[in-house]
């Protein structure tokens, strides 16, 4: 039984070296009132064409049934949770609330995500060019992805501030997330045989997860 | 429960409220300061991942759009919007339990809201109002509260122990191991 030395302290250390830091915000380039520690808020109201009636709730179908079209979506890896809802009519609550017959269906959008928003539209713009196009392109008004100045002057013009804004664990980033979730299925096993292994079958054990575990950390 | 506002075992609820005449001014000041006493009410609420309340004045409108005719909102609407864990009724339920104190504070300045603000009248007024997701993203959908918050808890202390067990024989890290992890 030696020590963790040589490539297991190496490992050690890589794995300790690569933790994000603990404190710094990233979410800038929005109003406080967006913003809970690293999570920002953005909610955005689009007015619809008469033909995105029929062709949204398709889109919604889809988008729901073929991972693959929302495959860049998770892989862009800063949006914890997106919405998108067709708001056809204001429910109705009785007086003093008048009856309205709506002109336009509204396309209801909100983000939960990390990083700055700007940096947000810009990826939205530049890696989901198409995405954004299939789910904008049926809004008045919606200029294209791109260029992305008149795409950000957009949302800025149909989005509206939270009045308040909650996140759970504010400090957590959805890297952070995703890696703590992936290295609880990866701590698992270990966890579970610790106690039965011997102490180098352990600290080979141990080696081996913490040079996994380095990408999550 | 719709299959549209719902993503892995999370579920997405947005509801829109119209706010009674004259009321919008104090139920912002309202929501805007919420946080100033302490934590968000929201924190209350179990199983909940993230949640907003917006107001909205107007649907908005450019003469620059093509858009022929501007789409006026009779009255501004009070939206909220959670994510959380579960089913949609035993949360509201929850919900019309832990915010009992803010409810008639925020939906009471809103056209309908039952008079207390509370209990199964509330949730069934949220309800009323729920306006169905087309399309809810959840990158973790499956990961419920719980399992989110002990992760990362998980993470932060396999660093920290990674830290403090560097160079220590491996029988000792085994044993601190097991106590830091157990089974």
């Given at each position: 039984m030696g020590q963790l030395t040589g490539r297991g302290r190496v490992r050690i250390l890589a794995a300790v070296s690569t933790a994000p830091p603990a404190g710094?915000?990233?979410?800038?380039?929005?109003?406080?009132?967006?913003?809970?520690?690293?999570?920002?808020?953005?909610?955005?109201?689009?007015?619809?064409?008469w033909w995105g009636r029929l062709y949204l709730p398709v889109l919604f179908f889809l988008a729901k049934r073929v991972p693959w079209l929302t495959e860049t979506l998770r892989k862009l890896s800063f949006i914890h949770f997106a919405r998108w809802a067709l708001v056809k009519e204001i429910p109705y609550n009785g007086p003093p609330q008048p009856r309205q017959t709506m002109r336009y269906a509204h396309m209801y959008f909100e983000s939960n995500f990390n990083g700055g928003w700007e940096e947000y539209i810009d990826a939205f713009s530049h890696i989901m060019t198409p995405n954004m196009k299939v789910f904008f392109g049926s809004s008045y008004g919606?200029?294209?992805?791109?260029?992305?100045?008149?795409?950000?002057?957009?949302?800025?013009?149909?989005?509206?501030?939270?009045s308040h804004y909650y996140s759970a664990y504010p400090d957590a980033t959805i890297t952070m997330v995703a890696g703590a979730l992936a290295l609880d299925?990866?701590?698992?096993?270990?966890?579970?045989?610790?106690?039965?292994?011997?102490p180098t079958a352990f600290a080979a054990a141990y080696r081996r997860l913490l040079t996994d575990a380095q990408r999550w950390l | 429960m719709k299959s549209s506002n719902v993503s892995g075992q999370a579920y997405g609820f947005l509801a829109m409220t119209p706010i009674k005449?004259?009321?919008?001014?104090?139920?912002?000041?309202y929501l805007e300061d919420l946080r100033d006493p302490g934590p968000s009410p929201m924190s209350r609420v179990p199983g909940t991942h993230?949640?907003?309340?917006?107001?909205?004045?107007?649907?908005?409108?450019?003469?620059?759009?093509d858009q022929p005719e501007p789409d006026a909102l009779a009255l501004p609407?009070?939206?909220?919007?959670?994510?959380?864990?579960?089913?949609?009724?035993?949360?509201?339920?929850?919900?019309?339990?832990?915010?009992?104190?803010?409810?008639?504070?925020?939906?009471?300045?809103?056209?309908?809201?039952?008079?207390?603000?509370?209990?199964?009248a509330l949730k069934a007024y949220l309800e009323h109002n729920q306006i169905d997701c087309g399309f809810f993203f959840a990158a973790y959908g499956q990961a419920t509260l719980e399992r989110v918050r002990a992760s990362l808890d998980q993470r932060d202390r396999l660093i920290a122990f990674a830290t403090r067990t560097q160079g220590l024989p491996p029988a000792e890290i085994q044993r601190a191991f097991a106590l830091e992890f157990p089974r």
């Open positions: 710094p915000i990233t979410a800038t380039g929005t109003s406080s009132r967006n913003v809970d520690g690293q999570a920002i808020a953005i909610t955005v109201f689009s007015t619809i064409k919606f200029p294209g992805p791109l260029p992305v100045g008149p795409f950000k002057d957009y949302i800025h013009a149909n989005e509206t501030e939270a299925d990866r701590l698992a096993p270990l966890r579970r045989d610790a106690a039965e292994l011997d | 005449p004259g009321q919008e001014a104090g139920l912002r000041a993230m949640a907003r309340w917006v107001i909205v004045e107007r649907f908005n409108w450019d003469p620059f759009y609407m009070l939206i909220f919007s959670t994510c959380f864990d579960g089913g949609l009724d035993g949360y509201l339920d929850a919900l019309c339990v832990e915010l009992a104190a803010e409810a008639p504070f925020i939906w009471g300045r809103c056209i309908g809201c039952p008079d207390p603000a509370a209990g199964p």
